[in-house]
Each structure stands twice: as structure tokens, then as C-alpha cells.
């Protein structure tokens, strides 16, 4: 999703909770799995199903570039 849509407009990084249960307090990550934006804002977040391409690009406000 991230090629398809935002190629080289994105850095992703993937965190394991249970390893670094720290981050994810500090983060605010309630469940999982937890999807953040944080730039450009405002800050979103999607938790649950992220299975439907449609649902997270329109959760996370983005919109491909013309």
C-alpha cells in the first residue's frame, strides 16, 4: 500500500509491543494493530483491520499524488 500510494513520500518503522512495551505507552497504543500517522498533520491513528485499502488510505487522510 505504501509503494502503490506513496512511493518515496514515507518512512515506516514497525515496533513489536512486546518487546519495546515503552514506546507503545508512550505512543499511546492502546490495541493492536495500531497504525500512526504522524506527518503531515494533524496526527491519526487506525486501530484494527488495516486488510481494506480503501478504509486505512481514507482513516489516514491519504490522498495519492497527481
Known sequence: MCEE?????YELEV????????LAK???IVAT???V?????????????LS???R????M???EQG
Not at 500510494?5 to 513520500?9: D, F, K, V
Not at 500517522?37 to 483491520?49: C, E, F, Q, T, Y
Not at 486505512?56 to 482513516?59: A, M, P
Request: overall charge positive; proline content about 10%.
Open 5 to 9: 500510494h506513496l512511493r518515496g513520500r
Open 15 to 22: 515496533i513489536d509491543i512486546y518487546q519495546l512495551p515503552a
Open 26 to 28: 508512550d505512543d499511546q
Open 56 to 59: 486505512v488510505l481514507f482513516g
Open 37 to 49: 500517522k504522524v506527518l503531515p498533520a494533524p496526527l491519526r491513528r487506525l486501530i484494527g483491520d
Open 61 to 63: 487522510d491519504i490522498r
Open 52 to 54: 481494506k485499502m480503501e
Open 33 to 35: 494493530p495500531t497504525l
